[in-house]
Each structure stands twice: as C-alpha cells, then as structure tokens.
C-alpha cells in the first residue's frame, strides 16, 4: 500500500506516517497542480489531500479507474473533492469531523471580539508611530457582552461558537439551521435566514461549503442586517457572496466584517484590505500544533483502518 500525503504535516504525523505506511509526503505547501492529482490517483493506493487539492469530476474523468481507492482528507469540509465522482471511480473519502470544533470556534471569537473592539485598526496605529495617547473618545467600538448574535449553520462548530458567545459573554443566541437543535442552553431558532439577519447584532457564518451553501450570505442577508452588524465568517469562503459584502461595507449598510476564508483564496480583493472596519485573518482556524497533529492522526486512522480492511471510522 503506498501513501501520499499531500502537503507538510506536523512532525508527529509526519514520524507516524513513516513507521506505519510505505508514504511519500510532499515537500510544497502549495495546493497539488492537476498532473500531481493524476499522479496521486495513478501510482498511490491511498492519498491524504488537503484544502485546495481539486479532486474534480474532470480529475476523475481522466483515470476512471484509478488504482487509488481512498482520499483520506485533512479537514472536516471536503468541498474541494466531488465525492459523488469519487464514489462512480470506487473511491472511498473521509475527513477529519470534532478534531477542528474547538479552534475554530475560538477564531470566531477572536473575529467577533477583534472587529467590535477594532483590534486590528488600533494595533496598526500603534505600530505606525502615530497613536497619541488615550482620551475618552478614542476609537470607540461595539460592545459585545449582553448582545445578540445570530448562528448560521448550529452544527458542532455552530454549536461551539454559541457556548463561547452565550456562558462567555452573556449574548443573546439565535440561529438558523436545516432543523431545531437541542442545546444547554436558550437558543432561538430561526428558519429563515433574512429574518435572523435582521434580528442580531453579529451574523457568525458556522456551515460547510459546497453548491449548496454557495453565496448563501448575499445581498439580500445583507441588506437585512443592521446597520451596526457585524458579519464574521469562519465557514468557507464562497458562503459569502463577496462583491456583495465589499459593497454592504462601502456603503455602511453594514458596520464591518471579521473574516478568516475568502471566496477566491488565497486572493484577497483590494477592497477588503484597504477597510480599517474589517479584521482579515490568513485561514487560522485550525492553526494549533495540538489540533493540526490530531486533524492528522484522524486522517492516518481511515488509513489505517482501509489498509486492514476495517470498516472506515469518518466516511462522508
């Protein structure tokens, strides 16, 4: 059985991969051009593929019958794998679901905080020399404790980032979701996601990307949202209809927006960066030694299990 990991991991997973598997792991950080994919599909029995790594219906169409059996991906969203291509070319794909709950739950927070108190504006004014003191009035911002914020998606992320805002902050929690969830604590559900906008002062984006949730933030939720909201998204960057964000921004029909994924990654429009009332983060949500490692042991275990021929523990 040979294994190919598609990117660096952390040293652990690296030195587990080596001991237990035949196992190239790839040097770039980049994502796999589509002559390595091919390759990957041809000369592997088993790849770990991550973020950005376009396993396509096209890819597949090109070796419809490839000797790898099973994409075994570093993350919990695999819209960058066509799963129903994969499974016609007798491709089995797994994730990597609870080892990320946590640390993007707390990016979340680290948006909705850093955006409502314009961290990030106020730390650039500090490095830039030009801070004069403080005063009473100085860079005032959102008062976040007590407040009311809206969940979209209150699956386990969702349902994380509503803890932290609730028994952390004293917030208000409404959330919107395919159906009525079961949680410790009050939490208003409302199945319409406009209505929802409109009723909250932060609009927190917790759902998994694909077709489905494409540009399910766009104008119109944006348009119902207040005029003092703030949008924070830590889901996948084409949930948010970008063009549609940047023009609620420009024109105050919203107040800011706390970002960590964009919807044409790594690219990062003018626009957003030029704002001092939007905090741009580089895709942390993971970003922990502790979680990075458990995200790979949890890809290395479906491998584990598919080369003992063991019924795969996180198939999607």
């Known amino acids: 059985m040979k294994l190919l990991i598609a990117r660096p991991m952390t040293s652990a997973v ?5 001991a237990e598997f035949d196992v190239e792991i790839r040097s770039s950080t980049q994502p796999l051009s589509q002559e390595e994919m091919l390759r990957a599909l041809t000369d592997f029995d088993v790849v770990v593929p ?3 790594d376009q396993f396509s219906q096209h890819v597949f169409a090109q070796v419809p019958v490839p000797r790898c059996k099973l994409l075994a991906n570093f993350g919990v969203g695999y819209n960058h794998i066509d799963v129903k291509a994969a499974h016609v070319a007798g491709v ?3 994730n990597t679901p609870g080892a990320v709950t946590d640390a993007t739950a707390d990016i979340a927070m680290t948006l909705l905080l850093s955006t409502a108190r314009r961290a990030g504006e106020g730390e650039r004014l500090v490095r ?3 801070w004069q003191g403080w005063h009473p009035t100085q860079m005032l911002g959102y008062h976040v404790t007590d407040k009311r914020v809206g969940i979209v998606g209150m699956g386990r992320i969702g349902q994380a980032i509503a803890r932290r805002c609730h028994l952390g902050f004293g917030m208000n929690v409404a959330y919107q979701s395919r159906s009525p969830k079961d949680v410790e604590f009050t939490a208003q559900y409302i199945p319409n996601l406009s209505e929802l906008a409109a009723s909250v002062d932060f609009l927190v984006v917790a759902v998994p990307g694909g077709a489905e949730t494409r540009h399910l933030i766009d104008a119109q939720v944006l348009a119902a949202m207040n005029t003092s909201g703030i949008l924070i998204n830590i889901a ?11 023009a609620a921004l420009q024109t105050g029909q919203i107040a800011g927006a706390g970002l960590d994924v964009y919807e044409f990654e790594p690219a990062v429009p003018q626009a957003l960066r030029d704002m ?3 905090t741009l983060l580089p895709h942390l949500g993971t970003a922990t030694e502790e979680v990075r490692t458990d995200m790979g042991h949890m890809a290395l275990d479906n491998v584990a299990a598919f080369v003992a021929g063991h019924p795969l523990p ?3």
Do not use: F, K, Y
Request: aromatic share 0%; glycine share 10%; no cysteine.
């Open 92 to 94: 089995a794909v797994t």
């Open 276 to 278: 001092q009332n939007v």
């Open 236 to 246: 996948r960057g084409e949930v948010v209809d970008e063009a549609a964000l940047i």
């Open 314 to 316: 996180n198939p999607v």
């Open 128 to 130: 830039s020399g030009e």
């Open 50 to 52: 991550t973020l950005g």
């Open 14 to 18: 690296e030195a587990r991969a080596r």
